[in-house]
């Protein structure tokens, strides 16, 4: 276990400081394969070894390659492959870095509600408790040596003030209330309760007074063996910034690859496109499906505080395309006219780490508009 730990870690120093390439990739998983083959006890678990540090070499690569990319959503894209790695792999002090680098990366956007939730899942790592944090909890801006519950808390009030900047109030209020129980039962801290209680109060009154414009979601469709293997023939859906409507959105997508062909038709595409060199784009609006909270069923719940929940914590989305079926009737033409409508589910709810998450599965239902 622990020379497994040391590799992954001299890996990921070396390809930060600018060695290996595609190559060593391929080198190191044949040498290393061809030698545990031979060896009786080694055969199995040299060749998961083999395989799991080829997989963390090609992301690597791709995150290094990409760091100078002029796109921050590659970097973010990338950045997110490597940390899910090392989460998997239970590597939190690598797994820390590299959220960081993603939460910066959202500020240098000012995707503040993004940086939000990125900074969470470090919080979720600790406990409220005064155990002191292991070197690798803390972050390398970290003051002095913190209690578990010391840089939770520190986490969470960074945490809440992105969100209100990304006019994430219900959010804040849930972490906030968090934090006013741990200094109301167990730090007897009242001058802290009543700023955080304060604050509360704030985003209630900007829940149900603030302008709030909702954002869009799109669905972009990347069909084509010329676009790069962390979005070759996938599926996306974005959640757009303030007032960004799809045209504007559709030209900074495409101002990312310049010699891409947009796609008209909303259609799956087929092979031929999918299977071909080039790269073809396809994007469209899609509504986001409301899921209501248990508490607010069958209850008279404000406008304002239902429209939250039409564009957030939502990970379904929508999309109804008319066809037609058959020859057109020439005495009614909506005889024959039928809705498709697609039903898209992502990775990974909305908001989260990311703007835009893969869509894992679609399902399709098609009905006669004069059913």
Known sequence: RAPVI?????????????????????????????????????????????????????KLLAYRTITHDESPEHRMSCTVNVLNFYKEKKREDIYIRYLYKLRDLHLDCENYTEAAYTLLLHAELLEWSDKPCAPHLIPRDGEHVWTQQELKERLFQEIICYLDKGKMWEKAIELGKQLAKMHEIHMFDFMELSELL???????????????????????????????????????????K??????????????????????TSTAPPGDDICNSPGQHIQCFTVKPVLTVPQRFKDKGVPEQILNYYRH???????????????????????????????????????????????????SVVRSSTHS
Request: charge should be neutral; glycine fraction near 6%; aromatic fraction near 14%.
């Open 6 to 58: 040391q590799l992954i870690t001299k890996l990921d120093q070396e390809v930060e400081g600018g060695r290996g390439d595609e190559q060593y990739k391929v080198l190191l998983e044949k040498i290393l394969l061809e030698h545990c083959r031979r060896h009786r006890y080694l055969a199995q678990s040299g060749e998961e070894l083999a395989l799991l540090l080829s997989s963390l070499l090609e």
């Open 198 to 240: 304060k604050k509360q109060a704030k985003f209630y009154e900007q829940i149900m007074h603030a302008m709030r414009p909702q954002p869009e979601y799109f669905a972009v469709g990347y069909h084509g063996l010329g676009f790069p293997s962390f979005l070759r023939n996938k599926m996306f859906i974005y959640r757009g």
């Open 242 to 263: 303030e007032y960004e409507w799809l045209e504007d959105f559709s030209l900074k997508l495409l101002s990312q690859f310049p010699n891409a062909v947009r796609m």
């Open 312 to 362: 957030n914590e939502v990970d379904q989305f929508q999309y109804s395309r008319p066809f037609r079926k058959g020859e057109k009737d020439p005495d009614n033409e909506f005889a024959t006219m039928w809705i498709e409508r697609t039903t898209y589910i992502t990775a990974y709810r909305f908001p989260g780490i990311l703007k835009w998450f893969e869509v894992k599965s679609a």
